[in-house]
């Protein structure tokens, strides 16, 4: 049974730091890119980060670049995504989700995705 299960969702204040943890089981993890998305309120899921199967490439939307840092470890099966000068904007469910798709292009679209989590709220307050 494949099983994606994201931790560290909780409500934090502007600027401050967090670390969403997305445990999987399964699949072969080490063969699939690693992908973090969002999902605010009324708003469509969104593509938030990306890491190759060897961890030696990354993606990040525009929005994170720069304060978010998504990492993997292959030998854990766990994907990983620090959080860093948070904004009230970045309130929303964060998913994990693994792709088998090697078109590293389309990393950021959530069709290419075939296993998902539950998602884990983060709260950013002013």
């Known amino acids: 049974q494949i099983q994606l299960v994201e931790s560290g969702g909780r409500s934090v204040q502007a600027g401050d730091s967090l670390t969403l943890s997305c445990a999987t089981s399964g699949f072969s993890f080490s063969r699939y890119v690693m992908g973090w998305f969002r999902q605010a309120p009324g708003k469509e899921r969104e593509f938030v980060a990306a890491?190759?199967?060897?961890?030696?490439?990354?993606r990040y939307a525009d929005s994170v670049k720069g304060r978010f840092t998504i990492s993997r470890d292959n030998a854990k099966n766990t994907a990983s995504l620090r959080m860093s000068s948070l904004k009230p904007e970045d309130t929303a469910v964060y998913y994990c989700?693994?792709?088998?798709?090697?078109?590293?292009?389309?990393?950021?679209?959530?069709?290419?995705?075939?296993?998902w989590g539950q998602g884990t709220q983060v709260f950013v307050s002013s």
């Open positions: 890491v190759s199967w060897k961890g030696d490439m990354t």
């Open positions: 989700a693994a792709s088998y798709e090697s078109n590293w292009s389309s990393m950021y679209i959530p069709q290419v995705y075939a296993h």
